[in-house]
């Protein structure tokens, strides 16, 4: 059910990086993202789909991994992801691209978790780097990289606290537990 996709649709930071995600599950996702809706129908999105270890490890080098755990440098060799996405959007087709690669992400996001995988989609980039190391042209404008792998941890959702907090941490088992608004507390009417 969709429901249950979208509960256990976190955002994975630790992955079983040696189980290989094949590039055809990827292209399976890309087709379905290709097929969501889009701000005047213009279309204007790309991929950039990787399961190569080297190059894995080169787009590795240019993310920046969860802004809340500041003791935490990213996934230790062994925890990486084992594939990425990387959105982009064409400039010649477009300018802006709305939130048409938030619609691409999510919808790959919740195809890769029906197949027993973890995303991570990111937007701290070092996006001249990553353009220059895949050899991107510069019409295709980097917008996000969502990192790909059979998830290494558990995510657990809670309520947020009585000190109002949101910022997801990590306890002494390393349970990643993330704090979620109350249907109360965001719905207005």
């Not at 959007?89 to 691209?97: A, Q």
């Not at 690669?101 to 001249?128: F, N, V």
């Not at 959702?157 to 979620?180: A, F, M, Q, T, W």
Request: charged share 25%; hydrophobic share 40%; with cysteine.
């Amino acid at each position: 059910m969709l429901k249950d996709l979208v509960r256990e649709c976190r955002s994975t930071r630790r992955f079983k990086q040696h189980v290989p995600v094949s590039r055809d599950a990827l292209v399976e996702m890309v087709d379905l993202a290709r097929i969501c809706a889009s701000g005047s129908n213009k279309q204007a999105l790309k991929y950039f789909v990787s399961a190569d270890p080297e190059q894995n490890a080169r787009i590795f080098s240019t993310l920046a991994w969860a802004g809340y755990l500041t003791d935490w440098p990213g996934p230790a060799e062994g925890e990486r992801p084992a594939a990425y996405i990387i959105i982009l959007g064409d400039t010649t087709i477009s300018e802006g691209f709305g939130v048409d690669h938030g619609i691409a992400a999510q919808t790959i996001a919740l195809a890769a978790r029906e197949k027993g995988l973890g995303t991570c989609i990111m937007g701290a980039i070092q996006r001249p780097k990553l353009q220059e190391i895949l050899n991107i042209p510069s019409h295709l404008q980097i917008l996000l990289v969502l990192a790909i792998g059979v998830p290494a941890e558990k995510i657990q959702l809670e309520p947020v606290g009585p000190d109002g907090s949101i910022k997801y941490y990590r306890d002494e088992n390393g349970v990643h537990h993330v704090p979620k608004r109350s249907l109360e507390e965001v719905l207005i009417n």
